[in-house]
Nanobody
Framework: QFEPVESGGGLVQPGGSLTLSCAASGVTLDYYAIGWFRQAPGKEREGVSCIGDSGSRTNYAVSAKGRFTISRDNAKNTVYLQMNSLKPEDTAVYYC????????????????????WGQGTQVTVSS
């Protein structure tokens, strides 16, 4: 059992970029499918992007496609979410979640599919 740790959030102007990181101690993240979720005030948590274990297939929400990129750096035991062309509606707390592999299918952007959750990092897009 472990808790992923998110970092990299902050305040950015519309059109700007941020890279979020998801790291963990004591486990090899490559053995887990990793999902990024977000929750804005007054809204339900929604899936943004995910990557299968062993750095295989990726999946994106419609709102993230073409702007966000999920990737792994196994040497650093870290999963990243590169976010470009940020909009005010991207403002939310972003969470990293992990599901033990192997995952013999495309990862999904559903809360219930993930076992371990981080505490979240705030992303605010505002001028």
């Amino acid at each position: 059992q472990f808790e992923p740790v998110e970092s990299g959030g902050g305040l950015v102007q519309p059109g700007g970029s941020l890279t979020l990181s998801c790291a963990a101690s004591g486990v090899t993240l490559d053995y887990y499918a990793i999902g990024w979720f977000r929750q804005a005030p007054g809204k339900e948590r929604e899936g943004v992007s995910c990557i299968g274990d062993s750095g295989s297939r990726t999946n994106y929400a419609v709102s993230a496609k073409g702007r966000f990129t999920i990737s792994r750096d196994n040497a650093k035991n870290t999963v990243y979410l590169q976010m470009n062309s940020l909009k005010p509606e991207d403002t939310a707390v972003y969470y990293c979640a992990a599901r033990p592999g192997p995952l013999f299918r495309l990862c999904v952007l559903s809360n219930v599919d993930y076992t371990y959750w981080g505490q979240g990092t705030q992303v605010t897009v505002s001028s």
